[in-house]
């Protein structure tokens, strides 16, 4: 098996897509309106599914998190420790809930912590050189 990408079952589609796309920068081509959400970031398959629309389709109830939600992160990456600084006053600034402030950690990370409009984590951070795969 391979990774093929990840989801995440939203609430509110409309804000989500605002979000991801209007503050986090990523392509969505879907309206507000969509049920569920397809595009590839960095190569990477990234989804939001409608959670009342999953559990019509599995015939199940799901309990989800209030507030912040500490089970996963979402990890994003920039080539300098000025450009995390950078990206976390700009995401702040158009409305990502600040979680972390920019810091330095003992492993030599530059990184911080956001929060999307439903309480998924983002991480934001840097070694101080380009993203290597």
């Known amino acids: 098996m391979h990774l093929d990408g990840f989801g995440l079952f939203v609430n509110d589609m409309s804000a989500m897509i605002r979000f991801y796309r209007d503050v986090l920068g990523f392509e969505i081509k879907e309206s507000e309106d969509a049920v569920n959400v397809y595009l590839i970031k960095d190569g990477t398959l990234f989804m939001l599914y409608e959670r009342k629309n999953f559990e019509k389709m599995t015939d199940k109830k799901y309990e989800y998190l209030k ?6 992160e979402i990890a994003l990456y920039v080539d300098t420790f000025d450009e995390v600084d950078k990206q976390f006053k700009e995401v702040v600034s158009k409305g990502a809930k600040p979680v972390l402030e920019p810091t330095t950690e003992p492993w030599g ?3 911080c912590y956001i929060a999307d409009p439903e309480g998924n984590l983002i991480e934001i951070g840097s070694f101080n050189k380009p993203f290597a795969r």
């Open 109 to 111: 990370q530059r990184t």
């Open 67 to 72: 507030g912040l939600n500490g089970h996963f």
